[in-house]
């Protein structure tokens, strides 16, 4: 009888792990065993993790999804302190955007403090829990299987892991991490330097003969990832103003174009290879530049590999929000849509603004005011009503002082059309208890 594809990945951690173990001790980034281990790892925590349905066409969930909730399942026990710690560290990192890029900072964080077997073991647990996310096929989900995945997991608490968390800016997009370079400078006018923002990465173009820049062997391709420890990333500032924030001292961290052994890093090189189509950088000025991804997008040439779009958004009609006792359901968003309807609510126009990691909803009159800001795990269902046909509700959780409250907002569209676009046929259902 032929091996299930879940034998296979189990086997083919069971290979990567044995590699590991032979290397130099401790395993450090740049070793070349790490990175398929770590993919192997992955894949079995993806096998069978089901899907049920994408909220505006983004289909936002992976492992690091039920692992980030997990604290909110343990009852009967005491939690791992170490696991917490991991846990709270990876959702307040600012270099990543995505469950992909969070679930690999967990795993490397895991492996350093050998804790990588704990979530899996309380996951286990709760087998209503196991369910929702595993199917029974999967590795995790059968309970054969997941006793030869806990087993291996013991054997990676044998390895010792020296891992660098601050790099950790391209685990949205990569395994494969660059070389990170760390460097303290004196604050001046002129880095001899241009700056292109693409992407929200700042990616160094141009770099002056015999300029500071020059000095300390930033090249270009190079990425500027932080400013005084602030991520370039996600600050929604340009590099521009952080530099010109600075006064005595800078601290800058550089990501490298190119790996130790010289091969150009790809997330990097794409948009390196992207701006050089049609020319922009070629031009050195005195002092850093930045040319915003609108700029980019406008000049772009149709046959670009490199999407700059990371938003969607949605005009729409905000008719009301009414609070809904727990749970997810057609029928509890139909009875929702049906009191705000009869309410007599005011309709505003509004802006629906998805991106990866949050939905934005705003005013687009003169006020321009945010009625929400909602991250993924806030949002626990998204459904059509059948009458009238051009609305759809979403229920979101608000944090109130000492409880949490089920609000379900609800929109109208132009057409029945336009309500099927925005939620893409699918529905996102509540974690169950």
Known sequence: MAASSSDQLLEELRECLGRVKEGLRPIRDGNEHLVPFC??????????????????????????????????????????????????????????????????????LGLMKKILSVPVDYLLKNRKLTDYWYSRESIIGNAALAANFMSLLFEVTEVDFELAYKNASFLDESWILPIYVSLELPSVEDFGMVVCHVENRAIVTCVGPDSLA???????????????????????????????????????????????????????????????????????????????????RSAAPENAQLSLCTERVYQLVYLGKMEVDEGCGDALIASAVQQVLTGGDKPTSTALTVTDSVVTVQCTDGRKKVIGKYEYPEISDCSVTLSPDTCFGMIVRQLKTASVQYECLVFETPSPEMVCTCIDNNTISVIPA
């Not at 992976?62 to 709270?88: A, C, G, H, R, S």
């Not at 002092?287 to 700029?295: A, C, G, K, L, Q």
Request: aromatic residues 8%; proline residues 4%.
């Open 39 to 108: 993919e192997a790892l992955e894949c079995v925590f993806r096998d069978g993790l089901k899907q049920p349905g994408s909220l505006f066409g983004l289909n936002k969930r992976d492992y690091w999804d039920w692992v980030e909730q997990l604290p909110n399942y343990i009852y009967n026990e005491k939690q791992n302190p170490f696991l917490m710690q991991t846990i709270t560290s990876v959702k307040n990192s600012l270099k990543m955007r995505t469950s992909a890029g969070r679930g690999r900072c967990f795993i490397r």
């Open 214 to 296: 020059h000095r300390v062997h930033i090249e270009a391709g190079d990425c500027i990832d932080a400013v005084n420890d602030q991520c370039v990333y996600t600050a929604n500032t340009k590099v521009s103003k952080l530099l010109d924030q600075s006064k005595e001292k800078l601290h800058l961290s550089v990501i490298k174009a190119k790996l130790t052994d010289g091969t150009p890093f790809a997330p990097l090189a794409r948009r390196m290879l992207f701006l050089e189509s049609y020319g922009t950088g070629s031009e050195l000025l005195s002092n850093v530049v930045t040319v915003n991804s609108p700029t980019v």
